[in-house]
């Protein structure tokens, strides 16, 4: 299996496979912390960082788009005795819900609707019969030029039980592989989408995209173990 082209892996048994991990190494099982900010299906405590470097080689300066994104903003901080810095300055989530302050609240299975792609740009449109999930108040009401995001994270409700915790219900689930190949079209040539989820995505096969890596997540003994998988745009 091909392994992306950022960060450094090591999956090899050897002498120091027990020791301590070494910067800038991620191996092909994550047991992480549980998620710190008190948020159903938050990200787990160090998988931003992890995630970070595999699909932008750890730079906090390039965009990464949470879609949808929940309440990853408040990912950053000691929490627990615990310092956390995987969310970056120019980061953007996506969301339906406002109370989770989205920079785009939309709803994440009608992405190709809401952005429009030209050249190496996107241009936000806001539908105009906003629903009653939709934010009138900030930049999701009015049309905006922006630049390509360097990597997506997509981490949605895993399936129908846990998406009625939150509030747009089941009833607007997305479909993991669209959802997968809405956010490849999003990005530039060259460039990932991770996706965090129960299921392991089995789009369409395309000429366009290829997937490069393959996760397990945990947070430990007692948990229900989730699959992140990286897919590079062609």
Same mark, same amino acid.
Request: net charge positive.
């Given at each position: 299996?091909?392994?992306?082209?950022?960060?450094?892996?090591?999956?090899?048994?050897?002498?120091?496979?027990?020791?301590?991990?070494?910067?800038?190494? #991620?191996?092909?099982?994550?047991i992480?912390?549980?998620?710190?900010?008190?948020?159903?299906?938050?990200?787990?405590?160090?998988?931003?960082?992890?995630?970070?470097?595999?699909?932008?080689?750890?730079?906090?300066?390039?965009?990464?788009?949470?879609?949808?994104?929940?309440?990853?903003?408040?990912?950053?901080?000691?929490?627990?005795?615990?310092?956390l810095?995987?969310?970056?300055?120019?980061?953007?989530?996506?969301?339906?819900?406002?109370?989770?302050?989205?920079?785009?609240?939309?709803?994440?299975?009608?992405l190709?609707?809401?952005?429009?792609?030209?050249?190496?740009?996107?241009?936000?449109?806001?539908?105009p *019969?906003?629903?009653?999930?939709?934010?009138?108040?900030?930049?999701? $009401?009015?049309?905006?030029?922006?630049?390509?995001?360097?990597?997506?994270?997509?981490?949605?409700?895993? *399936?129908?039980?846990?998406?009625?915790?939150? #509030?747009?219900?089941?009833?607007?689930?997305?479909?993991?592989?669209?959802?997968?190949?809405?956010?490849?079209?999003?990005?530039?040539k060259?460039?990932?989408?991770?996706?965090?989820?129960?299921?392991?995505?089995?789009? $369409?096969?395309?000429?366009?995209?290829?997937? #490069?890596?393959?996760?397990?997540?945990?947070?430990?003994?007692?948990?229900?173990?989730?699959?992140f998988?990286?897919?590079?745009?062609?």
């Amino acid at each position: 299996m091909k392994r992306p082209l950022t960060g450094n892996l090591n999956c090899m048994i050897e002498k120091h496979f027990y020791g301590p991990l070494r910067s800038g190494e #991620v191996r092909d099982t994550m047991i992480l912390g549980r998620c710190k900010h008190a948020y159903h299906g938050g990200y787990p405590a160090g998988f931003l960082e992890r995630a970070r470097l595999l699909l932008v080689g750890g730079s906090q300066d390039a965009s990464i788009w949470h879609v949808p994104g929940g309440k990853a903003k408040q990912y950053n901080g000691i929490r627990g005795g615990v310092s956390l810095t995987g969310f970056g300055k120019y980061d953007k989530t996506i969301d339906l819900d406002p109370i989770c302050n989205p920079d785009f609240c939309i709803d994440v299975r009608k992405l190709k609707d809401h952005f429009i792609q030209k050249d190496e740009t996107l241009t936000f449109i806001p539908f105009p *019969d906003q629903d009653l999930f939709y934010n009138t108040k900030k930049e999701s $009401s009015f049309i905006q030029n922006l630049e390509r995001p360097k990597a997506i994270i997509i981490d949605r409700p895993y *399936d129908n039980e846990n998406a009625d915790k939150y #509030v747009p219900g089941r009833s607007l689930l997305p479909n993991l592989n669209q959802l997968l190949i809405d956010c490849l079209n999003l990005v530039d040539k060259g460039s990932l989408v991770g996706v965090l989820d129960y299921k392991w995505p089995n789009p $369409s096969p395309s000429i366009q995209f290829e997937e #490069v890596s393959v996760y397990s997540v945990s947070t430990g003994r007692g948990s229900t173990a989730r699959w992140f998988t990286i897919w590079r745009k062609r």
